[in-house]
């Protein structure tokens, strides 16, 4: 069993950066790929970004490529989502999601996903 608890959401104004977190409970935390998904009113849930469980393999939407980073630190059950340049498009939910199976890391179903965080309100604002 894994929780997930995200911080670091908040109103920012176009080009501004935010850098959210996602901290795990349990101890296989580690074993799990993990992604970032967001959810805007009215649209389907989307994975932005995903990390395999080394981090040393990731995945981007092509929305957010070379804006985003996601990043992992397994010491600390935590992992990352940098957003730079941040664009009003931008404004959703977002959550973090992990996955037990094998190279999930790129998985673009939520339903693929076994655990998620409640989610943290991100609001950019032109």
């Known amino acids: 069993q894994v929780q997930l608890v995200e911080s670091g959401g908040g109103l920012v104004q176009a080009g501004g950066s935010l850098r959210l977190s996602c901290v795990g409970s349990g101890r296989t935390f580690s074993a799990y790929s993990m992604g970032w998904f967001r959810q805007a009113p009215g649209k389907e849930r989307q994975l932005v970004a995903g990390v395999d469980w080394r981090g040393a393999r990731t995945y981007y939407a092509d929305a957010v490529k070379g804006r985003f980073t996601i990043s992992r630190d397994n010491a600390k059950n935590t992992v990352y989502l940098q957003m730079n340049s941040l664009k009003p498009e931008d404004t959703a939910v977002y959550r973090c999601?992990?996955?037990?199976?094998?190279?999930?890391?790129?998985?673009?179903?939520?339903?693929?996903?076994?655990?998620w965080g409640q989610g943290t309100q991100v609001t950019v604002s032109s």
């Open positions: 999601a992990g996955n037990g199976r094998s190279d999930s890391y790129h998985y673009t179903d939520p339903y693929q996903y076994d655990y």
